[in-house]
Nanobody, 124 residues
Framework: QVQLVESGGGLVQAGGSLRLSCTAS????????MGWFRQAPGKEREFVAA????????YYTDSVKGRFTISRDNANDPVYLQMNSLKPEDTAVYYCATGFVGSYYSTASRYSYWGQGTQVTVSS
């Protein structure tokens, strides 16, 4: 079993920044991807960013490219999501997830473990 805990959410004005953290505990598997997803009220959960086990490759949805950065120092460290130039449309509950997903890194159903989520609210 793997447990994920997110932190770092909050209320910020448009144009501001937040850094989310995802800490994993329990059994860890080499090759797991780490992903960030978000879900706004009344909307489906959507992919935000993902990073490979080694941290060498990252992926982003188009709407956050150039504004968000996913990172990890090594496989046993927390995964971070640095969010800059935040917009009101970024408001959502943000979840981190992990699993053997490979090329399906943007598909939520492919991830095996999820955190409880952290609220991000961007005011205009």
């Amino acid at each position: 079993q793997v447990q994920l805990v997110e932190s770092g959410g909050g209320l910020v004005q448009a144009g501001g920044s937040l850094r989310l953290s995802c800490t994993a505990s329990g059994r860890a598997f080499s090759g797991y991807y780490m992903g960030w997803f978000r879900q706004a009220p009344g909307k489906e959960r959507e992919f935000v960013a993902a990073i490979t086990w080694s941290g060498s490759i990252t992926y982003y949805t188009d709407s956050v490219k150039g504004r968000f950065t996913i990172s990890r120092d090594n496989a046993n460290d927390p995964v971070y999501l640095q969010m800059n130039s935040l917009k009101p449309e970024d408001t959502a509950v943000y979840y981190c997830a992990t699993g053997f997903v490979g090329s399906y890194y943007s598909t939520a159903s492919r991830y095996s473990y999820w955190g409880q989520g952290t609220q991000v609210t961007v005011s205009s």
